[in-house]
T-cell receptor, first 116, second 109 residues
Framework: DAGVTQSPTHLIKTRGQQVTLRCSPK?????VSWYQQALGQGPQFIFQYYEEEERQRGNFPDRFSGHQFPNYSSELNVNALLLGDSALYLC???????????????FGAGSRLTVL | GQNIDQPTEMTATEGAIVQINCTYQTSGFNGLFWYQQHAGEAPTFLSYNVLDGLEEKGRFSSFLSRSKGYSYLLLKELQMKDSASYLC??????????WGAGTKLIIKP
């Protein structure tokens, strides 16, 4: 049973470019959340997708956008890259049907983005 | 604002016990999570507390006091593989996870 898979694992871009990161959730999960994690910091919530719609959004500019497909996979797009966008981007999946309200997240290994 | 505080780094000895504290100030509370993250890897779920008290799971236990805005993660019989960062996260009133910066735990032989 595959967990959460993300691609690419590493990538290098230059300022002003655009990037697309991809995520396939764990089998049986229908909700995908994206996080940005800077070195030595905790994850920062970007947004969450459920039923192909953005349901919640953290404090990130409109340069960060996403999409969820009918098979629950998701993409994160970042436009007009800045040096400060260099970070590990984590995708986490969960199921709305999880009982007990815990809604435990299963994380992928992340995509490490370096902006030069 | 919302805030989660954890020590930046702790050091402990193999076979010993260590307690990692987490204090929080959030808009609402719908549960507190602890995750473990090895360097370069994904965070993995350790525990979830929503009611006051101690939850024990093998060598790991997690405690919550909602009135004090306080939690701790207790690790017993430390092993070298426990060297990792431990992240505390609180589910706020909007069911959004607010994360601490993590505590880097170093285990020495």
């Amino acid at each position: 049973d595959a967990g959460v898979t993300q691609s690419p694992t590493h990538l290098i871009k230059t300022r002003g470019q655009q990037v697309t990161l991809r995520c396939s959730p764990k089998s049986g999960h229908d909700t995908v959340s994206w996080y940005q994690q800077a070195l030595g910091q905790g994850p920062q919530f970007i947004f969450q997708y459920y039923e192909e719609e953005e349901r919640q959004r953290g404090n990130f500019p409109d340069r960060f956008s996403g999409h969820q497909f009918p098979n629950y996979s998701s993409e994160l797009n970042v436009n007009a890259l800045l040096l400060g966008d260099s970070a590990l981007y984590l995708c986490a999946s969960s199921s709305r049907l999880d009982s007990g309200g815990a809604n435990v997240l299963t994380f992928g290994a992340g995509s490490r983005l370096t902006v030069l | 604002g919302q805030n989660i505080d954890q020590p930046t780094e702790m050091t402990a000895t193999e076979g010993a016990i260590v307690q990692i504290n987490c204090t929080y100030q959030t808009s609402g509370f719908n549960g507190l999570f602890w995750y473990q993250q090895h360097a370069g890897e994904a965070p993995t779920f350790l525990s979830y507390n929503v009611l006051d008290g101690l939850e024990e799971k093998g060598r790991f236990s997690s405690f919550l006091s909602r009135s004090k805005g306080y939690s701790y993660l207790l690790l017993k019989e430390l092993q070298m593989k426990d060297s990792a960062s431990y992240l505390c996260a609180v589910l706020d009133s909007n069911y959004q996870l607010i994360w601490g910066a993590g505590t880097k735990l170093i285990i020495k032989p």
